[in-house]
């Protein structure tokens, strides 16, 4: 009997063991299995064509050689590399060598230039699709250590000598070398005043001394003046030329001041005579205008008259008609007898009317400006070549002196508005 009771409460022991194992412990456990990575997961191809290794920037050496294979994110053969405004030697193949062999005779000819950044367009396409392309560009600049330098080269000697009142004009050019001249700085011994700018090559310097330039102080009357032209590359690389001028005392301001004074007057003498002479010309034309108008009122009159009395009942008047008419016909060529048309005179009344015009533009033109003006010689002399070329062109046209008339009397008739109107040049 002891076997079968151990027996049982063994077996009550495991129930209560499994009672209590169901209670505590009623979530099952989960077990995690590492998955194995699919292929979806895999880095994809690029999908925009480009070029790989493209350097944006060479630089070289004369008489070096650039070799460089320019790679792409595709398979090559089916691709074809082009180029555009590439500088001279530069090639590229269509399996995208690119190559150069920058020889000194590029340079020395002017074909290739140092420093200088050349732009150079490249591309990629494909054979098949056109759409299938990607462009892009690079840039390359040539150096040299071999530098020649550039000179400033004005157009005129080292020395040079002025009289007070001349002008001087010469042109700053420049001997380029290895690098050319970016900018010219202009300086001077003594301060001066000129209207010209020296910025670069090629420009244009120009000036006057005035004419107390020269000091009483001076030594021999001779003033020295040191023209400095600093040239610079954009290495810094600077060439100055030197220009001394040696300024003399040559001229007596007051004395030019008269002699300009006299020209004026003696231009305002002749206008006055000019005007007097366009005064008889134009009075002449006037009443040999009014003698050929009552001529023609005549002629009309009698043409009238021969009309009214050709109508008339009477006898006599029809006659009298008849006659009127050719009267009016008789008088025609006595009209051109008696005032003939002055179209010589006319013509050198507007001839004359013209050279007052521009004798009087020529002193409003050439007028001095400021206490002293640097062109006082220049006016005089355009003054009295205007009034000699003006009396060489009226030399046949009779003047006479104005005696009875005033020169207010002389300019209110010449700047009448009737007489303007009846002389101004009709289009």
Same mark, same amino acid.
């Given at each position: 009997m002891i076997k079968p009771v151990k027996v049982?409460? @063994?077996? =009550? =022991?495991?129930?209560a063991g499994l009672a209590f194992s169901k209670i505590g412990f009623s979530q099952n456990p989960v077990f995690h299995i590492p998955m194995a990575i699919s292929d979806t997961t895999r880095v994809p191809d690029d999908s925009v064509l480009r070029i790989r290794n493209l350097n944006p920037y060479f630089t070289l050496h004369v008489d070096s050689t650039l070799i460089y294979q320019l790679e792409i994110n595709r398979e090559p053969s089916k691709y074809f590399f082009f180029m555009r405004n590439a500088p001279v030697g530069l090639k590229l193949k269509e399996n995208g060598l690119l190559t150069f062999k920058a020889d000194k005779s590029y /340079? $020395?000819? &002017?074909? $290739?230039? +140092?420093? /200088?950044? +050349?732009?150079?367009?490249? &591309?990629?396409?494909?054979?098949?699709? #056109?759409?299938?392309?990607?462009?892009?560009? /690079?840039? %390359? *600049? /040539? @150096?040299? *250590?071999? *530098?020649?330098?550039?000179?400033?080269? #004005?157009?005129?000697?080292n020395v040079l000598y002025m009289d007070e009142g001349d002008t001087i004009s010469f042109k700053v050019q420049c001997e380029t070398g290895t690098y050319p001249i970016d900018n010219i700085n202009f300086y001077s011994s003594v301060p001066i005043k000129t209207s010209s700018v020296i910025k670069g090559c090629n420009d244009d310097f120009t000036w006057s001394p005035p004419y107390d330039f020269v000091k009483e102080t001076d030594s021999g009357k001779t003033k020295l003046l040191t023209l400095f032209f600093v040239g610079t590359t954009k290495v810094f690389q600077r060439d100055t030329a030197i220009i001394k001028i040696y300024v003399k005392d040559a001229m007596n301001y007051p004395y030019m001041t008269a002699d300009y004074e006299l020209a004026v007057k003696n231009i305002r003498t002749y206008m006055l005579r000019l005007k007097y002479a366009f005064y008889q010309l134009d009075k002449k034309v006037k009443k040999t205008t009014h003698t050929r108008t009552d001529f023609d009122m005549t002629t009309a009159t009698t043409a009238l008259g021969g009309t009214i009395f050709s109508a008339q009942a009477s006898q006599d008047a029809k006659t009298t008609g008849t006659i009127l008419p050719s009267v009016?016909?008789? =008088?025609v060529p006595v009209k051109e007898a008696v005032a003939p048309t002055l179209t010589a005179e006319q013509n050198q009344a507007s001839l004359i009317r013209s050279s007052i015009k521009r004798l009087e533009y020529t002193i409003r033109d050439n007028a001095?400006? &400021?206490?002293?003006?640097?062109? %006082? *010689?220049?006016?005089?002399?355009?003054?009295?070549?205007? =009034?000699?070329?003006?009396?060489?062109?009226?030399?046949d046209v009779p003047l006479e002196e104005t005696s009875n008339m005033t020169e207010e009397q002389l300019n209110a008739y010449f700047d009448n508005p009737k007489v303007n109107k009846k002389y101004r040049t009709k289009h």
């Open positions: 049982l409460q @063994f077996g =009550l =022991l495991i129930m /340079f $020395l000819s &002017g074909r $290739l230039k +140092y420093d /200088f950044e +050349y732009k150079v367009n490249i &591309g990629v396409q494909n054979l098949n699709n #056109p759409r299938d392309r990607v462009d892009t560009a /690079f840039s %390359i *600049t /040539f @150096f040299t *250590t071999e *530098t020649v330098p550039s000179h400033v080269k #004005p157009t005129v000697s009016g016909v008789a =008088l001095l400006v &400021g206490e002293k003006d640097m062109e %006082i *010689t220049k006016k005089i002399a355009n003054l009295k070549t205007e =009034l000699k070329q003006t009396q060489v062109q009226l030399i």
